[in-house]
């Protein structure tokens, strides 16, 4: 079945350590997304990429990085820069046009311990 | 810049009562217009789209049309059910060459039996 993963679903760092957020997808999209979500909010946009080798910041880039190595693969990684990491990761995919849906994967929950 | 206003939740209903979650835009040029469904824990999955003014898109009993002259998207559904309790996000997607997803706040839908 294709679709778009993300891994894994809780992730604990403490203080002061980087973390990697897994996402992939099998649909053979182009563009891919990463939100942040917080508790009662809408998603806020961390980095895009729409293509291969290339992405830009979104909103909230501060204390995030990506690397777009590999058309299905997008991770994305929290930095010790973050000050507030804790929150709900949405990575999604979509094909590069304005009238295709967004495909989300189920989301990963960090928590700084 | 761009930007998408919902109704703050949250929406408590009882089963079989109408439904409208209001939904306005502001955006440069016409963008395609979207409300995304999000169940506890998950990730987000498309509800409906509209690509154009006047455009009615409909699923699972919801609809919404494309109100150019209003800028609004309003979300309906005639008698909901337990089931239907999430949280939706109205979403418009830019019409530049970036194609960037911009979401509203979201709005809880609590359906009581």
Redesign the interface.
């Known amino acids: 079945d294709g679709g778009i993963t993300?891994s894994p679903k809780y992730l604990f760092r403490k203080e002061g350590q980087n973390v990697t957020l897994s996402c992939e997808q099998n649909l053979n999209h182009d563009?891919m997304?990463w939100?942040r979500q917080d508790p009662?909010?809408?998603?806020r946009?961390i980095y895009?990429s729409?293509i291969v080798n290339d992405f830009?910041k979104?909103d909230i880039a501060e204390g995030y990085s990506v690397s777009r190595e590999k058309k299905e693969s997008f991770p994305l990684t929290v930095t010790s820069a973050q000050k507030n990491p804790t929150a709900f990761y949405?990575c999604?995919s979509?094909m590069?046009?304005?009238?295709t849906?967004?495909?989300?994967?189920?989301?990963t929950r960090l928590t700084v311990v | 810049g761009d930007s998408v206003t919902q109704m703050e939740g949250p929406v408590t209903l009882s089963e079989e009562a109408f439904l409208t979650i209001n939904c306005t835009y502001t955006a440069t040029g016409y963008?395609?217009l979207?409300w995304?469904v999000q169940y506890p824990?998950?990730?987000?999955?498309?509800l409906l789209?509209a690509?154009k003014a006047d455009d009615k898109g409909s699923n699972k009993g919801f609809e919404a049309t494309y109100r150019k002259e209003t800028t609004s998207f309003h979300l309906e559904k005639g008698s909901v059910q337990v089931s239907d309790s999430a949280v939706y996000?109205c979403a418009l997607?830019?019409?530049d060459?970036?194609?960037?997803?911009?979401?509203?706040?979201?709005t809880r839908l609590l359906v009581r039996p």
């Not at chain 1, 590069?96 to 009238?99: A, P, S």
């Not at chain 1, 849906?101 to 989301?107: D, K, L, P, R, V």
């Not at chain 2, 824990?41 to 498309?46: F, K, P, T």
Request: aromatic share 18%; hydrophobic share 30%; net charge positive.
């Open positions: 993300q563009a997304y939100y009662g909010q809408g998603l946009l895009y729409q830009q979104g949405l999604a979509s590069q046009t304005g009238n849906e967004a495909f989300f994967g189920q989301g | 963008p395609s979207f995304y824990g998950e990730g987000l999955q498309l789209k690509t996000f997607a830019r019409m060459s970036s194609y960037k997803l911009i979401f509203g706040s979201g």
